[in-house]
């Protein structure tokens, strides 16, 4: 996806959230209008479609899944 089409994204993003406020859609407190549309996109995460399958990076990746499974886990109640 190149910034063109991003950027073309976006647009089309806030011309949506636009009509929504006009058509008299109420704005809860639990909706957060996000600033940055773009952040949302996955493609423009770390790594993404640009991450090379370096032995590195895929054992840092490992390493880092298991630290965040060992957090998760409940180890009081086992």
Known sequence: MSLKQTLKKAKQIERQLEQQAESGAQ?????VKP??????DPLLRKGGIHEKEDIDIVRRKRRRETKQRLRQTDWLSE
């Open 27 to 31: 704005h809860s407190l639990g909706v």
């Open 35 to 40: 600033r940055n549309y773009l952040a949302l």
